[in-house]
């Protein structure tokens, strides 16, 4: 497995090659991108893209945690959380991925 992570660098460089835009209006479209999937996230809303998953945030109540050192019960606060579900051709093509 790689440790190389994929930046906003390499997603512009990418929109730069494969759509021909300049690097900066690349740059920028990817920013605007990112910049919407976010405003919609902090709305509460439901981010959904076709063939690779969908991204929602979700109210998590408060409830007792335990502290692994001491074994102290702990309360924990109530709190939004993002989660992301892939869909089944990205977990398909992920899973591919690994059996090569």
Same mark, same amino acid.
């Given at each position: 497995?790689?440790?190389?992570?994929?930046?906003?660098?390499?997603?512009?460089?990418?929109?730069?090659?494969?759509?021909?835009?300049?690097?900066?209006?690349? =740059?920028?479209?990817?920013?605007? *991108?990112?910049?919407?999937?976010?405003?919609?996230? *902090? =709305? &509460?809303?439901?981010?959904?893209?076709?063939?690779?998953?969908?991204?929602?945030?979700? /109210?998590?109540?408060?409830?007792?945690?335990? /502290?692994?050192?001491?074994?102290?019960?702990?309360?924990?606060?109530?709190?939004?959380?993002?989660?992301?579900?892939?869909?089944?051709?990205?977990?398909?093509?992920?899973?591919?991925? /690994?059996? &090569?």
């Amino acid at each position: 497995m790689s440790d190389r992570t994929l930046t906003r660098m390499d997603l512009a460089e990418a929109v730069f090659r494969e759509v021909g835009l300049s690097r900066h209006e690349s =740059a920028q479209l990817v920013e605007s *991108v990112l910049s919407h999937i976010s405003d919609a996230l *902090v =709305a &509460g809303e439901t981010v959904k893209i076709s063939s690779f998953g969908t991204f929602s945030v979700r /109210n998590k109540s408060e409830r007792i945690g335990r /502290n692994p050192k001491t074994g102290e019960e702990v309360p924990i606060t109530p709190r939004r959380v993002l989660s992301f579900r892939p869909s089944h051709l990205m977990r398909d093509r992920v899973a591919a991925g /690994n059996e &090569g």
